[in-house]
């Protein structure tokens, strides 16, 4: 059942408001809020002992007769572009550092959003910027001191420019952007997918660089901190994310085999699943399918959720383009669960219910993208 143009309008309006109201509360919020950045601080202190050229694992630390709290969870190669974000001896400087980072990013993203509904309508583009803003992530990332914002525009960066034909530069931001891999790493699935191999050697070749550097910088070999990171009957931190990875840990599998089960599945289902935006690609459609795998498929906990933005952005130009009670009803659904506060989906039952309403909102973007309904466009 379609809706009205009228009736379309004024729904527009009222998200826009709704999402505008969300976005002030939670400012206040966070302006109301406690210490910030711990995970900053982590990450703050295990580049301050790799400055004094002491890699920042337990193990090694104790070893070398240091007594620190720090022990890492990223890759090696992360290390040059986490000292790009808090490159200051002072904690202070560093919170005022990532704050500029992730605004600007902040920006980037915004201006993506309305880019997506504009061309539409005002009101579809201030509900595409209303929405992207309000999300519950982007608090958190500030809240927290993460790098979200930061990895999801050097998505989008990697993404437009490697539809754009520019391949050098796609794989430089791809290799960048793994610093995290749980956000990046399915990313290669694209790749291939499109077969731009150059791009991935460039990519390839920054992570191996960083990697390198880093391992001369600590005096450890690549292997050796490969090995000392992701240990056998380590990454036992997953048992408290949300994402498929928790789910098997919780049934018996061990973190790190969990988490490579995962990640295979995920890379064969985003693989095949890219069939369904075939030519000419659409890099919002391609962004929103590779960010709902990754969500699921790979460890991450609720601050994650920026990874499905794009989703949001691809779910709210359906529902502009082809509006019905249906695709109502699934985008309201889908923004429910990106406010959700993160101690409501602990449990596995909340956990399988957020997953069944991210899968509808995906299936429903591409179905009706294979239909040709218009709602997908080049970016």
């Known amino acids: 059942m379609t809706l009205g143009r009228e009736t379309q309008e004024r729904l527009l309006r009222l998200f826009t408001a709704a999402c505008l109201l969300v976005a002030g509360l939670r400012l206040a919020a966070l302006a109301m809020s406690g210490p910030l950045s711990w995970d900053l601080q982590l990450r703050h202190n295990e580049l301050r002992l790799l400055e004094q050229f002491h890699y920042p694992r337990e193990d090694l630390l104790l070893a070398a007769g240091i007594v620190s709290p720090a ?13 790009l974000l808090a490159p200051f001896a002072d904690f202070g400087l560093n919170q005022l550092w990532h704050g500029v980072w992730s605004l600007a990013a902040l920006a980037v993203l915004l201006r993506f959003a309305w880019g997506v509904g504009a061309p539409l309508s005002r009101p579809a583009g201030w509900a595409c910027t209303s929405g992207t803003l309000a999300v519950a992530a982007n608090f958190s990332t500030f809240r927290l001191g993460q790098y979200g914002l930061i990895q999801m525009v050097l998505m989008l960066g990697a993404t437009l420019a490697l539809y754009r034909g520019h391949s050098a530069r796609s794989g430089l931001l791809f290799g960048i952007t793994l610093f995290k891999p749980t956000n990046a790493a399915l990313m290669t699935a694209v790749f291939l997918r499109e077969r731009r191999f150059a791009a991935l050697a460039v990519a390839a070749l920054v992570v191996t660089a960083s990697a390198v550097a880093v391992g001369w910088w600590s005096g450890h070999s690549i292997a050796a901190l490969l090995a000392i990171t992701y240990p056998p009957g380590g990454m036992r931190f997953t048992a408290d994310g949300t ?5 098997v840990a ?15 599945a995920g890379f064969a289902v ?18 929103a399918l590779t960010g709902f795998v990754t969500r699921i498929s790979l460890y991450h906990r609720p601050y994650d959720d920026l ?5 949001l952005l691809a779910l709210l130009r359906l529902w502009i383009v082809a509006p019905s009670w249906r695709t109502t009803a699934v985008t309201l659904a889908l923004t429910t669960t990106l406010h959700l506060p993160s101690r409501l989906v602990t449990s596995q039952g909340a956990m399988l219910a957020m997953f069944a309403v991210w899968t509808v909102a995906v299936v429903l973007v591409l179905v009706e993208a294979s239909r040709g309904t218009g709602a997908e466009r080049r970016c």
């Open 250 to 264: 919780a049934w018996g599998v061990p973190p790190r085999e969990a988490s490579l089960l995962c990640a295979m």
């Open 307 to 311: 990874l499905l933005v794009f989703l």
């Open 243 to 247: 994402s498929l990875v928790t789910l």
């Open 71 to 83: 022990n890492t969870v990223y890759p090696p190669h992360a290390f040059p572009w986490l000292w």
């Open 270 to 287: 985003l693989f095949g699943a890219l069939r369904w935006v075939d030519g000419p690609r659409d890099p919002l459609l391609v962004l």
